[in-house]
């Protein structure tokens, strides 16, 4: 540095570690307004402009901060230098000369301009000052950036500000000033000095003591935005509540009788709150610290950045009292004052969230720039802060501050992320978990409940307002019966060549139940089915329910095992069966037989009521045998003419079946079509597994309507874009359900296609298929996940957090009632009575999913995922349990975790961890696994580990479990001709693979349905009419490429 430069400067040190952080981000985007400061003050009308600026004087040659500099180009480190003299940047404005209506644009374009001019950190003085006049009033604009100064340091400048001004006033000599402000300075430490204290202290110590802090920790605290607003230039808004000044004398009380600060109990309300909208007990947030706890002389008066960000953390459980909860943030308070001295990036680097640990920002104002307003006498300058501009770097930063000996609570958010309406929602139920803990001290933190009253009263209401006539003494053969009287000559069923119309549907399933009579089948006796979709499917499922009986659909993929146990734990009287084998003593029927279709073809004789069983279907058990929930007429009814009335199904419809008998939402793509008399067009015959043949189909039989999981609609748009959707442009109404459902996965077909009506369904089993439905628009362009909805006719959500009900936006179980809940489990008391309880705003049961969800302020719900083990795969419920209960069932396995993972493009993998003496085989254990689980439940990924990990807690700890890669235990056969090459590549690029060998199982390495099909795609689109099955029945990629050789070449297009 030049001698002559060198003269200029008082002093040169280094950064602190947050100055660093601020540096980076303000590097990275250099035309961002973070950590920009801009604080409007009204003044007084009589304000002295020559006091004005020889007090800005000397606040500038009082605070060293004020007259630095930070450089980081063309030097090793960056460093922050101070000049021995600088002036403040003043500017006077004279708005007074325009009209009032311009002065307010003008101010308004000012104030803008003045903040998006930012800081040059290298060259500027990083505080500049704004006197304005206009013809009502003075005010004074005080523009900083932070990484000189924090809100303490502020309010020091305004209040020596103010103190310079009074004295200049009453007429202090400027030497007098001069001479004080020297002897002041000698007597107390400068910034520099706290940068070296900071960077002598042990660094290990803290980061250890903040690792164990965090241990264990496996969440992400975050309070996501319900709905994005409307796009504004504002970076930063606010809003405030303010406590009782009789609540606010409690709260003293409270932390007086516990001998902890009032930062400490609303430190831990806010965690409190957190949890509540998390669905945890467990939670993280950041807080502002003064760092004033160095031992430096004066350092309470020092003006610089001494503030830090530090983790706290809430953990409770539910016999924790509210007093318990507050004295364990006291000691974390405590122990924590020893190291806030550590940068949060390396706080942040010792754990395992790394940046996203911390969501929330939480702040305690134990100073008072935003509440000046002193004026002594006439010598004295009132300042009123009017308005402030101050963003941080995330989106909800929660203020709290004694005002006028009341608790103020106040909120920062980004406009941009939430509705102002929200946060005031956030903020309301804040204040009130403050109110119950100091009303209630003894509360188990557990017990607060997080709703208003005016909540309450809207979602018992307006949310759940759904009650709707509909013919409760009918059967789903009385409305059947009623459509064949209406349309006998309407085409009900078409598979392939061969059709069949209402009224043969009728005659035959009337023949077939008079067989099923006579095999003693009687209302609530269960009769099984396995069949492919097909007309003979449509005949059993009349021919069961004309009978009496319910029907229990298999599919007849399943494993023996797991056939045997259904027909075992449902008592079947009898089997259908239309293209399948089965092994059984039970009677069986096989309806291609055509001497069934004999004999009197009228209607029987009604003997089921509305209480009988119309089916049975099993799902995913956690004890290792799947659990059957049987389901009423009653049950059902009112949803297959709500789904018929909603959407209009006419007889006109034709409707396209593609999913398993066994899948929920085929029973009312079955039903509700035929009782407005449309055509169902059976997809099977392997057709339903590929999705080019799908396509081809829905074109050329211009079908108007699909059900389907959300992961299969995928697929058909994937293989669909590239010629703008044509193929799928018969399409009219589309419901998607089975799992969540992503906005911009469908984002180009609805461009496409605006006319096609795709409907968001949710529901479960346990109460007959579907709760809430949500019709897609252009709005949903704004959700990551596109809402459930609104609870259908005659049905009611309720969302709990234990037994307590949840306001808006606050997470809990989504809970339901109404006519579709079922009476329970098959064979499984103890978990129906878990599950189904007593509603407790009504006379009837509710049903507690273990789904997570929040209502949005519109009254839809958001699905948020699972609070249990259970997932849900390309649409189908899987309980983990059930598959770790039969890994141990595997000899010598000891202990064994499964858990799901969210893999490439959204799809989720199930990973099983085995422990084991003795080194297991892999494809032992998928072919053990095979014998009893399905396919869709076989684990991707399988590893061996010495053991499984837990948390301190006795939990598995999932964050311990090592990633699984997919390797091949076969011997690596290398793919030789034009065709391996080829087949080989296709697979490799689609599961993500670097390397599989001819001789490798395909489904070992990740095959599923979904990604199945897109091999087929590439496949063909390189010219290979590969047949999905073909891929399904081999159990190595040379089978794959044999199967193609026996009749279908590979032919290579000219590209």
């Known amino acids: 540095m030049h001698q002559e430069k060198a003269d200029l400067l008082q002093d040169i040190y280094s950064l602190t570690p947050l100055q660093e952080g601020i540096l980076y981000h303000h590097m990275v985007d250099i035309d961002s307004t973070n950590y920009i400061s801009q604080d409007v003050f009204l003044i007084d009308d009589k304000a002295d402009e020559q006091c004005i600026k020889k007090s800005l004087h000397f606040l500038g040659q009082k605070h060293s901060a004020l007259r630095t500099n930070i450089i980081y180009e063309k030097i090793s480190k960056p460093r922050q230098i101070v000049f021995k003299n600088r002036e403040i940047e003043y500017e006077k404005i004279d708005l007074a000369v ?3 209506k311009e002065q307010d644009e003008k101010l308004k374009k000012l104030l803008k301009e003045d903040l998006i001019r930012r800081f040059d950190l290298q060259r500027d003085a990083l505080l500049r000052i704004k006197y304005v006049i206009l013809s009502r009033k003075k005010i004074m604009v005080w523009t900083l950036h932070h990484i000189l100064l924090d809100g303490w340091s502020s309010s020091l400048l305004v209040a020596d500000f103010m103190r310079y001004y009074k004295e200049l006033k009453i007429g202090e000599s400027e030497a007098k000033i001069a001479s004080d402000l020297e002897n002041e300075k000698n007597t107390r430490a400068e910034f520099g000095d706290y940068v070296n204290w900071i960077i002598e202290q042990d660094e290990e110590k803290a980061v250890e003591y903040w690792r164990q802090l965090t241990k264990d920790y496996e969440h992400i605290s975050e309070i996501r935005p319900m709905i994005k607003p409307k796009k504004t230039d504002n970076q930063v808004e606010r809003v405030e509540l303010f406590l009782s000044e009789k609540l606010t004398q409690k709260l003293s009380e409270l932390a ?18 957190l949890q509540k909208y998390t669905k945890t007990d467990d939670v993280i947030f950041g807080k502002v610290v003064s760092g004033r706890e160095a031992p430096l002389n004066g350092i309470e008066k020092m003006v610089g950045l001494c503030i830090n960000t530090i983790p706290v953390r809430v953990k409770s459980d539910r016999e924790m009292s509210v007093e318990d909860l507050i004295e364990s943030q006291k000691e974390q308070a405590l122990d924590s004052k020893n190291y806030e001295y550590l940068s949060l990036a390396k706080i942040q680097n010792s754990t395992n969230q790394k940046s996203e640990l911390i969501k929330t920002l939480y702040v305690f104002e134990n100073y008072y720039k935003d509440d000046v307003n002193i004026k002594a006498d006439e010598n004295s300058i009132s300042m009123t802060l009017v308005k402030t ?3 941080t770097n995330y989106m909800l930063t929660v203020n709290v501050a004694i005002r006028e000996k009341k608790l103020r609570l106040a909120i920062k958010y980004d406009p941009n992320m939430f509705c102002k309406d929200e946060v005031i929602g956030i903020l309301e139920h804040y204040k009130k978990t403050l109110e119950v803990m100091l009303l209630v001290p003894q509360i188990k933190a557990d017990e607060i409940e997080l709703i208003m009253e005016e909540e309450r009263n809207k979602i018992l209401g307006e949310f759940n307002d759904t009650q709707v006539e509909y013919p409760k003494d009918k059967t789903v053969i009385d409305l059947f019966e009623e459509q064949v009287q209406r349309t006998p000559n309407n085409i009900a069923v078409i598979y392939d060549e061969s059709k069949i119309t209402y009224a043969e549907l009728n005659q035959k399933s009337n023949q077939l139940a008079r067989k ?14 396995l069949s492919e979709r097909s007309i003979e499917m449509m005949i059993g499922l009349y021919g069961i329910m004309k009978a009496g009986g319910a029907y229990v659909p298999i599919d007849p993929g399943f494993p023996v095992e797991r056939i045997q146990y259904m027909l075992e734990d449902c008592k079947a009287k009898a089997v259908l069966v239309y293209k399948a084998e089965i092994d059984t003593k039970l009677p069986v029927i096989y309806l291609c037989d055509k001497e069934i ?5 009228k209607n029987l004789q009604k003997v089921n009521k509305p209480e009988d069983l119309i089916y049975c279907i099993y799902t995913s058990g956690t004890t290792g045998k799947p659990k059957g929930v049987p389901v009423r007429y009653c049950n059902v009814i009112s949803l297959l003419l709500w789904y018929k009335d909603r959407f209009r199904i006419t007889e006109k419809e034709r409707v396209i ?5 066994n899948f929920d939402l085929t029973q009312r793509s079955i039903f509700s079509p035929h009782l407005a008399g449309a055509t169902l067009f059976a997809c099977g015959n392997g057709r339903e597994y590929d999705v080019w043949k799908i396509t081809d189909y829905i074109s050329k039989m211009n079908i108007s309507m699909l059900s389907c999981a959300a992961s299969m609609f995928y697929s058909l748009l994937y293989i669909n874009e590239q010629n703008g959707f044509q193929k799928l ?26 006319d096609i009506k795709i409907t968001n369904v949710y529901g479960a089993t346990e109460d007959s298929g579907c709760v809430t439905s949500y019709t897609i628009s252009e709005i949903d362009e704004n959700h990551s996940i596109v809402p459930i909805g609104k609870p259908i006719s005659n049905k009611k959500i309720f969302i709990f957090d234990g037994n307590k009900m949840c306001g808006i936006g606050v997470v809990g179980e989504i809970c339901i009632c109404g006519e579709g809940v079922t009476n329970g489990y098959l064979n499984y008391s103890k978990l129906t009575v878990e599950k189904f309880v007593k509603n407790p705003y009504g006379e009837d049961m509710m049903y507690r999913t273990g789904d997570l969800g929040r209502w949005l302020p519109d009254g839809n719900i958001e699905c948020l995922g699972r609070l249990d083990e259970q997932v849900k795969i390309r649409g189908i419920r899987i309980e983990l349990g059930e598959i770790e209960s039969m890994l141990r069932k595997i000899e010598h396995v000891k202990d064994c975790a499964v858990i799901a993972r969210e893999v490439k493009d959204g799809d989720t993998a199930i990973y099983a961890y085995i422990v084991s003496e003795q080194e297991i085989s892999v494809s032992e254990v998928r072919d053990t696994l095979g014998k009893s689980l399905p396919n869709y439940m076989i684990p991707t990924f399988i590893g061996q580990i010495e053991t499984i990990p837990i ?17 091949s235990e076969k011997e690596y056969i290398e793919p030789r001709t034009k065709d391996e090459i080829t087949v080989v590549d296709v697979i490799e690029k689609v599961l993500g693979l670097e390397k599989i060998g001819m001789n490798d199982d395909i489904f070992e390495f990740g095959a599923n349905s979904i990604n199945i099909m897109l091999i087929v795609n590439r496949l063909n689109q390189i010219g290979c009419k590969v047949n999905i099955k073909t891929i399904l029945k081999s159990k190595s990629v040379y089978e794959i490429v044999r199967g193609l050789n026996k009749g279908m070449k590979i032919k290579y297009r000219t590209m």
């Open 597 to 601: 279709y004999t004999g009197e073809s």
């Open 389 to 391: 501009q101050n963003q």
């Open 729 to 754: 442009k018969s399409l009219r109404k589309l419901f998607l359900g089975g799992e969540a459902l992503l906005y911009v996965k469908i984002e180009n077909f609805l461009k496409n296609h605006p």
């Open 657 to 661: 079946l593609i999913t398993s008998l």
């Open 951 to 967: 948390t301190r807690n006795g939990k598995l700890d999932r964050q311990s479990l090592p990633e699984l890669a997919l390797k």
């Open 256 to 273: 007086k009788r516990h001998n902890v600060t009032i930062s400490n109990i609303s430190e831990a309300a806010w965690g409190i709150v």
């Open 516 to 529: 099923l009579r006579e095999l003693g089948v009687k209302p609530n006796d269960f009769v099984a089915i």
């Open 98 to 100: 325009f009209d009032e």
